[in-house]
C-alpha cells in the first residue's frame, strides 16, 4: 500500500506545482492563466510547462503571467512579454515562421530523404533478371541431372 502511494504521489507531483497562493480568485482569470502557462517551458526543466514544473524559476513566471492578467493583459499580449523577456525558447510551441520554419521542417525532410536512399539502395542490390546463356543453361542442367 505504502509503494502505491508512493507511486501516486511521484506522478501527480506535476499537478501540485501551482501553489495554492498563485491562484486567482477570478475563476476566468485563473483559467486563462493555466491555459497560458500549459504552453510555456520551464527555463530549468526544459521539457516541462511552468504549470507542471516546481522550479523557483516557474514559480515565479506564475506568479509574473498572473499578475499581468490581473493588470489587464491579453494572453497575446502575456505570451509578448514573456518571450521578449526569455526569447522563444520559452515557448514549448514555437511559431511555425521564419528561422523556426526551418526546424519544423527539417525532421519531415530528413525522413523523406531517409526513405529515398534507402530505397533507392534497395532497388540498386535488387539482381536484375538475367537469362542464361545456351551453354550455362547446358551446364546447369548438367549438374542438376548427374
Given at each position: 500500500?505504502?509503494?502505491?502511494?508512493?507511486?501516486?504521489?511521484?506522478?501527480?507531483?506535476p499537478?501540485?506545482?501551482?501553489q495554492?497562493?498563485?491562484?486567482?480568485?477570478?475563476?476566468?482569470?485563473?483559467?486563462?492563466?493555466?491555459?497560458?502557462?500549459?504552453?510555456?517551458?520551464?527555463?530549468?526543466?526544459?521539457?516541462?510547462?511552468?504549470?507542471?514544473s516546481?522550479a523557483?524559476i516557474?514559480?515565479?513566471?506564475?506568479?509574473?503571467?498572473?499578475?499581468?492578467?490581473?493588470?489587464?493583459?491579453?494572453?497575446?499580449?502575456?505570451?509578448?512579454?514573456?518571450?521578449?523577456?526569455f526569447?522563444?525558447?520559452?515557448?514549448l510551441?514555437?511559431?511555425?515562421?521564419?528561422?523556426?520554419?526551418?526546424?519544423?521542417?527539417?525532421?519531415?525532410?530528413?525522413?523523406?530523404i531517409?526513405?529515398?536512399?534507402?530505397?533507392?539502395?534497395?532497388?540498386?542490390?535488387?539482381?536484375?533478371?538475367?537469362?542464361?546463356?545456351?551453354?550455362?543453361?547446358?551446364?546447369l542442367?548438367?549438374?542438376?541431372?548427374?
Amino acid at each position: 500500500m505504502k509503494r502505491l502511494i508512493l507511486i501516486f504521489l511521484l506522478l501527480a507531483g506535476p499537478v501540485f506545482a501551482v501553489q495554492p497562493s498563485e491562484i486567482l480568485s477570478d475563476p476566468a482569470l485563473e483559467s486563462r492563466a493555466r491555459e497560458i502557462s500549459a504552453g510555456l517551458r520551464c527555463p530549468v526543466c526544459q521539457n516541462e510547462s511552468i504549470d507542471e514544473s516546481n522550479a523557483p524559476i516557474s514559480h515565479e513566471l506564475r506568479v509574473l503571467l498572473r499578475e499581468r492578467l490581473v493588470a489587464g493583459d491579453t494572453d497575446e499580449q502575456v505570451v509578448d512579454f514573456l518571450v521578449a523577456r526569455f526569447g522563444e525558447f520559452i515557448l514549448l510551441n514555437p511559431d511555425r515562421q521564419g528561422a523556426n520554419l526551418i526546424l519544423w521542417a527539417a525532421a519531415p525532410a530528413m525522413l523523406l530523404i531517409a526513405l529515398l536512399v534507402g530505397w533507392l539502395t534497395i532497388r540498386r542490390r535488387a539482381p536484375a533478371e538475367q537469362q542464361l546463356t545456351e551453354a550455362e543453361q547446358a551446364e546447369l542442367e548438367r549438374i542438376l541431372h548427374s
